[in-house]
């Protein structure tokens, strides 16, 4: 470890106990913690947490003040988000996943790089507005991650893949659903149902199609995993963070 990240460790141990980041000083042993095989392709796994793929997302007292509002504002979301599509399609991009680029996966964004993106608060106010007051202001949403409607264009695919840890989980509400959509998460596939959330830990191999007749949007939102606590949370910042200036990253 970096001085930087020693002394950002030994704060928080100061300030919540000295055994209060012990699973995340584990997750940097060597040869790491044990892992479930469709987790094989994570670069990180904090040991401890339930392996579990599929999450009921009503589930946990945290996270179910994020999913009630989201989706009672589905139907202002889902209009938004139809007019931004429609008449600013500037504001949306290729989707950038480790370095591919994807044409047929569109993203809009609303929290990116540590920050909410201000501009979304003109384009989609609702689902802004709904962000910050819910997941941002209260510390839900894992700042090392982001926040995008994600749109699959008909025909695309997501290949399958793990995504980096498993000490945040992916919550989707169902914002735009035609048929023949689904998605697969360790080898099962569901469907999303409008108006409703999907939460699962992404460190588990998922891919998702859209075999439709025209655009599939979600809302993706990058949380913290409910089982993880705040002094872990603030270790695993001043980690990442430490980490992706090493790399270059900012």
């Not at 339930?50 to 997302?57: E, F, I, R, V, Y």
């Not at 501009?119 to 209260?138: C, E, G, I, N, R």
Request: glycine share 6%.
């Amino acid at each position: 470890m970096t001085p930087e990240i020693e002394n950002a460790f030994a704060a928080i141990r100061a300030e919540f106990g000295a055994q209060s980041i012990t699973r995340v000083e584990q997750m940097l042993e060597p040869g790491g913690s044990e892992r479930h095989p469709l987790q094989k392709g994570a670069k990180w796994i904090m040991p401890g947490l339930s392996a579990t793929p599929w999450h009921d997302p009503y589930a946990y007292a945290e996270l179910a003040p994020v999913v009630h509002e989201l989706e009672a504002s589905h139907q202002a979301i889902k209009k938004e988000l139809n007019d931004a599509w429609a008449a600013r399609r500037e504001a949306f991009s290729d989707y950038e996943h480790y370095l591919t680029r994807q044409e047929n996966w569109q993203a809009l964004y609303l929290f990116r790089k540590g920050s909410l993106v201000e501009d979304s608060a003109a384009t989609t106010p609702t689902a802004y507005q709904v962000l910050k007051d819910v997941a941002v202001d209260t510390e839900k949403l894992c700042p090392l991650l982001e926040c995008h409607f994600s749109t699959l264009l008909p025909g695309a695919a997501i290949e399958p893949h793990c995504d980096l840890w498993n000490f945040s989980i992916n919550l989707h509400l169902a914002v735009d659903i035609p048929d023949g959509c689904s998605i697969t998460v360790a080898g099962e596939t569901r469907s999303w149902k409008e108006g409703k959330c999907l939460l699962f830990d992404y460190s588990f191999e998922h891919e998702a199609r859209n075999d439709g007749t025209r655009p599939r949007t979600c809302l993706l939102i990058d949380l913290w995993h409910p089982e993880t606590t705040v002094p872990e949370r603030r270790a695993l910042v001043a980690l990442m963070n430490e980490i992706r200036r090493l790399m270059g990253e900012g």
